[in-house]
């Protein structure tokens, strides 16, 4: 079974678990075994982890884009950015649906839910070089980034400016220590993740 397929698997049994046990009927389908109460679930019941990106691609993705957004709020008001004639199908968080400082408060979450992804076993660099995610330095620097979006987190419930210039470069540090550490290496690509 695929991934996503056992995914979809555990919610189905999940909701028919939730149903059933708030008084509802609910039948499981007949090609499925019984749905296991939300009580006895175990962590061999939960899907297991599994990096599908690259590191490049997840820094691409995920990191790099919400950094832009907390950079982004410096020096400028998120709440002066209009949003798009059709928000929810805006390409700028800024000016999506969730724009304004609720896309700063998002994009600083999703810096510190990153910092998860960054520590899945089996993740390699562009290179091809495992992840070092055992290493005591890549655990700390992983930390910094999760520290520094939650710090940025809180910046933009204030929203100010000043806080998140501060954030920001609590931001930047986090992402430099890892470069400086794992990317920026003589030999370039190559070298990456030493």
């Known amino acids: 079974m695929r991934p996503h397929r056992k995914l979809l698997s555990f919610l189905v049994c999940a909701c028919l678990t939730a149903l059933s046990s708030s008084g509802v009927p609910a039948r499981a389908p007949s090609s499925r075994p019984p ?89 390699v660099c562009s290179n091809g070089r495992t992840v070092p995610v055992n290493d005591t330095d890549w655990l700390k620097f992983v930390q910094g980034l999760r520290a520094a979006g939650l710090t940025s987190y809180q910046a933009a419930q204030s929203k100010s400016n000043d806080q998140m210039l501060e954030a920001a470069d609590a931001v930047m540090t986090a992402c430099s220590n890892c470069h400086n550490r794992y990317r920026d290496k003589p030999g370039g690509l190559a070298g990456r993740c030493r």
């Open 35 to 123: 749905a296991t109460p939300a009580s006895e679930t175990t962590m061999t019941d939960v899907p297991h982890l599994q990096a599908s990106a690259n590191l490049a691609q997840l820094m691409q993705a995920i990191i790099f884009p919400n950094s832009n957004v907390i950079f982004f709020a410096q020096d400028k008001n998120p709440a002066d950015v209009k949003h798009a004639e059709k928000a929810s199908l805006s390409t700028d968080p800024l000016a999506g649906t969730f724009g304004g400082w609720a896309a700063v408060e998002n994009s600083s979450l999703a810096l510190a839910e990153a910092a998860n992804l960054l520590t899945i076993p089996g993740r």
